[in-house]
């Protein structure tokens, strides 16, 4: 967990000297974390925020104000990573990024909502190409999302994913509110990432406040995140064990997420992580009888993943369907701006815990888990590999922290005109928040950002050239967000 604070005075520069900081730094190797648009006080412009993860493993955030009506000139042909950003911008703001080379909506954000029949979709022209449309219902209680494949035949040559369904307002919702009591709605924003959500929100809150989290504050934080990731790789397992008819592992992986889940309701009384997680206070503690009992849970997980995980690596259906499926490269996901898992598979050592670290991880590294063939027996492996790792982790810290008692700090008045802007390494890639305060200390804007919205055009281009009939797994292997992205 990182969190950079920024006096907002700090943040300005003119619009000519904000885009070529950018563009240089970019190019030199910086990465971007953010980029949004929010509204000035001058009604003719709007605010640009760009914030990056620079070489020398640290953040950074510069703004300037451009006028609405001239718009800017688009970076995404230059850094593809930025695409989904500047769509975003042009969305909600109606701010024109000119010469963007696919300026589509991203989740039809507002009074857009009645205008989502009319989303643009790419088309391929052939007497013998036919589309394939799957959503946006889907069977089941799957999240709604419109999926449009172009085919030849049996092989998909794109896929063009259409969400925006259920935008729910979250920070129009986050706004109008007490900041300092957020944390059941931010659980909410994407819920099989409550505590990395809570995590993100409470540390860019602590920032503006002027707190910083003991030790015993961090470790439990780092134990319900980890234990959501152990319990998420799970579920994806069980899910991809399920999609290829690998039923030991369906079974298997499914039983033992049950033991992962339980094992965060017997420390903060939800199995999926809500409550665990509030600002300037430690509300999940761990006596000697949890103690006891997630040293258990944890050691049941071990020994029964060596079993299930050395049938699934080795049964040639399992390898079968799996590798050579659904590849994106090393080079597409840097050029995407992938993060998380998707990232990490392809190649891309990109794993804020150990780039971005905050404590514990600063004190009690974790290796980042990287593959390299950027299929999903890649996604797979990594999700199997980084389960092992966090169960070890997780042992470690607990031989550090062997009790965490209950305690909480008042959380007083926030830093006026100033920007807090947390990361938080999540089991799916980098959840962002980016909190900023008015002269009177009240929020004046808040940014939510889920890995989602980034890894949704690495599904996109990992379908590519592969039988529609693979869509299932490459979808599972990437395991995105519906709620995550339509904010």
Same mark, same amino acid.
């Given at each position: 967990?990182?969190?950079?604070?920024?006096?907002?005075?700090?943040?300005?520069?003119?619009?000519?000297?904000?885009?070529?900081?950018?563009?240089?730094?970019?190019?030199?190797?910086?990465?971007?974390?953010?980029?949004?648009?929010?509204?000035?006080?001058?009604?003719?412009?709007?605010?640009?925020?760009?914030?990056?993860?620079?070489?020398?493993?640290?953040?950074?955030?510069?703004?300037?104000?451009?006028?609405?009506?001239?718009?800017?000139?688009?970076?995404?042909?230059?850094?593809?990573?930025?695409?989904?950003?500047?769509?975003?911008?042009?969305?909600?703001?109606?701010?024109?990024?000119?010469?963007?080379?696919?300026?589509?909506?991203?989740?039809?954000?507002?009074?857009?909502?009645?205008?989502?029949?009319?989303?643009?979709?790419?088309?391929?022209?052939?007497?013998?190409?036919?589309?394939?449309?799957?959503?946006?219902?889907?069977?089941?209680?799957?999240?709604?999302?419109?999926?449009?494949?172009?085919?030849?035949?049996?092989?998909?040559?794109?896929?063009?994913?259409?969400?925006?369904?259920?935008?729910?307002?979250?920070? $129009?919702?986050?706004?109008? $509110?007490?900041?300092?009591?957020?944390?059941?709605?931010?659980?909410?924003?994407?819920?099989?990432?409550?505590?990395?959500?809570?995590?993100?929100?409470?540390?860019?809150?602590?920032?503006?406040?002027?707190?910083?989290?003991?030790?015993?504050?961090?470790?439990?934080?780092?134990?319900?995140?980890?234990?959501?990731?152990?319990?998420?790789?799970?579920?994806?397992?069980?899910?991809?064990?399920?999609?290829?008819?690998?039923?030991?592992?369906?079974?298997?992986?499914?039983?033992?997420?049950?033991?992962?889940?339980?094992?965060?309701?017997?420390?903060?009384?939800?199995?999926?992580?809500?409550?665990?997680?509030?600002?300037?206070?430690?509300?999940?503690?761990?006596?000697?009888?949890?103690?006891?009992?997630? $040293?258990?849970?944890?050691?049941?997980?071990?020994?029964?993943?060596?079993?299930?995980?050395?049938?699934?690596?080795?049964?040639?259906?399992?390898?079968?369907?799996?590798?050579?499926?659904?590849?994106?490269?090393?080079?597409?996901?840097?050029?995407?701006?992938?993060?998380?898992?998707?990232?990490?598979?392809?190649?891309?050592?990109?794993?804020?815990?150990?780039?971005?670290?905050?404590?514990?991880?600063?004190?009690?590294?974790?290796?980042?888990?990287?593959?390299?063939?950027?299929?999903?027996?890649?996604?797979?492996?990594?999700?199997?590999?980084?389960?092992?790792?966090?169960?070890?982790?997780?042992?470690? %810290?607990?031989?550090?922290?062997?009790?965490?008692?209950?305690?909480?700090?008042?959380?007083?008045?926030?830093?006026?005109?100033?920007?807090?802007?947390?990361?938080?390494?999540?089991?799916?890639?980098?959840?962002?928040?980016?909190?900023?305060?008015?002269?009177?200390?009240?929020?004046?804007?808040?940014?939510?950002?889920?890995?989602?919205?980034?890894?949704?055009?690495? %599904?996109?281009?990992?379908?590519?050239?592969?039988?529609?009939?693979?869509?299932?797994?490459?979808?599972?292997?990437?395991?995105?967000?519906?709620?995550?992205?339509?904010?």
């Amino acid at each position: 967990m990182t969190t950079l604070l920024v006096p907002v005075k700090d943040l300005g520069a003119e619009p000519r000297e904000f885009f070529a900081s950018l563009h240089a730094r970019l190019e030199g190797g910086a990465r971007a974390v953010t980029f949004y648009g929010q509204p000035s006080e001058d009604p003719a412009r709007l605010e640009l925020t760009a914030v990056l993860e620079e070489k020398g493993r640290r953040l950074s955030a510069t703004r300037t104000a451009i006028p609405r009506e001239k718009g800017f000139h688009a970076l995404t042909r230059d850094f593809p990573a930025l695409h989904v950003f500047e769509r975003e911008i042009f969305e909600q703001h109606g701010v024109k990024p000119h010469d963007h080379p696919w300026l589509k909506p991203v989740r039809f954000p507002g009074a857009g909502a009645e205008r989502i029949a009319e989303y643009p979709f790419y088309s391929i022209e052939g007497a013998q190409v036919h589309e394939v449309a799957v959503g946006p219902i889907h069977a089941g209680v799957i999240e709604p999302g419109h999926f449009r494949f172009m085919c030849l035949g049996e092989t998909v040559h794109h896929l063009e994913i259409h969400l925006g369904y259920q935008h729910r307002g979250v920070e $129009r919702l986050l706004l109008a $509110r007490d900041p300092r009591v957020l944390a059941p709605l931010v659980e909410t924003i994407a819920g099989d990432a409550s505590v990395a959500h809570a995590w993100a929100y409470a540390d860019a809150l602590e920032a503006l406040a002027g707190l910083r989290a003991g030790p015993d504050v961090e470790a439990s934080r780092a134990l319900g995140l980890e234990l959501e990731r152990i319990a998420m790789h799970l579920a994806g397992l069980a899910g991809l064990a399920t999609d290829i008819a690998f039923l030991q592992g369906a079974a298997t992986y499914g039983r033992l997420r049950t033991t992962a889940i339980n094992a965060s309701m017997l420390v903060c009384g939800s199995r999926f992580g809500r409550g665990w997680v509030r600002p300037a206070a430690l509300r999940a503690p761990v006596d000697a009888a949890k103690h006891a009992a997630l $040293r258990s849970a944890l050691e049941l997980l071990a020994r029964d993943l060596a079993i299930v995980n050395a049938h699934f690596q080795s049964a040639s259906t399992v390898l079968h369907r799996l590798r050579g499926v659904g590849t994106v490269t090393r080079e597409q996901a840097l050029e995407v701006g992938l993060v998380g898992m998707a990232a990490r598979a392809s190649g891309v050592v990109r794993d804020n815990r150990a780039s971005l670290p905050g404590e514990p991880y600063t004190s009690r590294p974790i290796a980042p888990v990287v593959e390299q063939t950027g299929d999903c027996w890649a996604r797979a492996r990594v999700r199997i590999r980084e389960l092992d790792a966090s169960i070890a982790w997780l042992g470690a %810290l607990l031989d550090a922290h062997p009790a965490l008692e209950r305690a909480a700090d008042p959380v007083g008045a926030l830093a006026p005109d100033t920007l807090a802007i947390s990361v938080c390494e999540g089991w799916r890639g980098e959840v962002v928040h980016a909190l900023e305060t008015d002269g009177a200390s009240r929020l004046r804007a808040y940014r939510v950002q889920d890995p989602s919205l980034r890894n949704w055009m690495g %599904l996109a281009l990992a379908v590519r050239e592969n039988d529609i009939s693979d869509f299932p797994i490459c979808n599972k292997s990437f395991d995105l967000s519906y709620c995550g992205n339509d904010l």
